[in-house]
């Protein structure tokens, strides 16, 4: 690059290069961008002051217990049922998504194995949610962490936070989703524990594959209540919840390990 | 003593030709963005194991060494040192256009970037990620507003005060960028509130280094050598950042070392890690690092070690990111403690990533847009000294004798 001759402060400033004019429109441009999103907090904080409209009971936590005693290794009946009831793909490569995964297990002291589902853990104080910057990844009343698929961003912060790698991010272009189970390229998502069925009534997915195989490793219930079964058995079995060192109050509890 | 601020003239072909190349990346980099948006990140080398990767690098060093570019803005208006004042518009100016390529890249790089409207108005301000919107935001704006009480000479009464809240605005913005990593208590190299101190740190020695390559760069392409005290200054300013780092890097081994629980994570930064390891020995380390402080610190200061020094800081300061952002995902969650586990998730197993070319090419099409607003700035605004042979003594600082172009 050849020198360059300085302009001197004497010369005349042509209109487009009033530093002032520049300057101040920067700072407008500048101020709308900051005020903007101050407003919207207003109307964000008082949105959130009124009840919840989602339908789910707040005395409910739903939860789930897994006895690793039962869960036969080789067994996926569970991860099956979880991607046909929610249109996921059967033969997941690396970018696609997985909701739910078996890990074999081996303590490397005494040589022990063992098999067991990991999914989503529903805390109650999900690191997902915590780090959502827009509110996308939360928490329903009853206890479900889910993602809105309308405001996620695709920042991929969620997946990054969760210590037990529950969620996925959706790298391409989907067909052939279910219609009660929103997806959307670009989106982060992860085990709803299968909402749409639990509002309906009924056990999650891989729950019910899960008894179908007469393995009866998976128990699906309301942990506020004390006489239901998942409750019964917390009671009478020592659990455990994965990292528990992290003390995240999760939703799924592990028996037999 | 008044302070003369000039433009640069731009008129030579050699500008020209390097708009348009910077202009070409740029042009690169949209490309890359809209063939991530259209075919999504399976176009990428990224996975569920690694969902951030090369651009994030980019990203994320654009913006941490955007708050340290202003540190020589700082010197004059936080720290009175007069010396400095005549750059300080320079210092500011690359702060804005190095967080500008790093924003940028960082929205592209989202699943869904058209969705930056909700971002904007959705807060969940438990997410430090949230208050990162609102520093960049507020860092943008403070350091806008900085410029214009140092080019305006109707506000040049409030310029200390404004750089002032320019420079704290900056520790916090730094401090808010490393605990986007320290807030993550599932991963076993992240999850410290060493970080948010170290971004600090980094930013320092990072953004001092663009500074200097940018100021000499300028000095040699308009035949005006650089005050030699004011190199020596600078260079002293950053062998001093460089040590930091080691500093700060050997505490947080050290401090790893010390915890069982960390032993795994440790083990493959340091020994087994492979791509990782290599990085940070020899590129961060050795070449980023320990390279450059011998060169700032022995021998007589010249420009060609300061270009040399300051290019090895920034290349060290990119190996660094890499290793901190995507090693710290190649290390399998240890989800259950003493235990070898196997699934077909890559639990267990290290991850692997290659990035594709679609990422260099946003990443560096970042970096072209900063170099492109600053290039541009620099011709449209007068920001530069009218001399780079003479500085003000730092004696001669007052609030009052302000800049005036």
Known sequence: MKPNTPATSSEPTPPWRDRR???????????????????????FALAASTPAASGANPKVRWGLLVDTNACAPGCDACVRACRTENGLPQNPGPTDAQWIRKIEIRELRTGKTQSLPVMCQHCAEPPCVDVCPTGASFKRVDGIVLVDKHICIGCRYCVMACPYKARSFVHEPLSG?????????????????????????????????????????MVFGDLNDPQSEISLRLERYATRALREDLQLNTGVRYAGL | MKIHLRALAGTSTGYYLTLGGLLLLVALGAYAAWTLEHLGHVASGMNNQIVWGLPHMFAVFLIVAASGALNVASMASAFGKAAYKPLAPLSALLAMAMLSGGLAVLLLDLGRPERLLVALTHFNFKSIFTWNVVLYSGFMALVAAYLWTMLEWSAKAWSARVGLAAFLWRVTLTTGTGSIFGFLIGRQALGSALLGPMFVVYSLSYGLAVFVLVLLAISHWTAKPLDAAML?????????????????????????????????V????????????????LVHLLLGNVL????????????????????????????????????SQAFALVIFPGYAVHSSFGDGAIASYTPAALEWLLGLGGMALAALITLLALKWLTLLPQRLDRFPPDEAYAPAAGAQP
């Open chain 1, 177 to 217: 989703q279910k219609p009660d189970v929103p997806r959307g390229q670009g989106t982060v998502e992860g085990c709803t524990l299968c909402v749409h069925r639990v509002d309906r009534g009924e056990s999650p997915a891989c729950v019910q594959a899960c008894a179908a195989q007469a393995q009866g490793a």
């Open chain 2, 292 to 327: 450059p402080l011998v060169l700032l610190l022995r021998g007589r200061p010249t420009a060609t070690r300061a270009v040399l020094a300051t290019l090895l800081v920034c290349l060290g300061g990119m190996a660094q990111m890499y290793v901190t952002i995507v090693g």
């Open chain 1, 21 to 43: 004019g520049f300057m101040a429109a920067g700072a407008a441009a500048m101020t709308g961008l900051l005020i903007s999103p101050g407003v919207r907090l207003i109307v």
């Open chain 2, 232 to 264: 020596a200054r600078l260079l002293r300013l950053q062998a001093l950042f460089v040590a930091l780092v080691l500093f700060v890097v050997l505490v947080y081994h050290l401090t790893h070392l010390y915890f069982a629980r960390q032993h795994g």
């Open chain 2, 266 to 281: 440790e083990r493959f930064l340091l020994l087994d890690g492979g791509i990782y390891t290599m990085l940070f020995w």
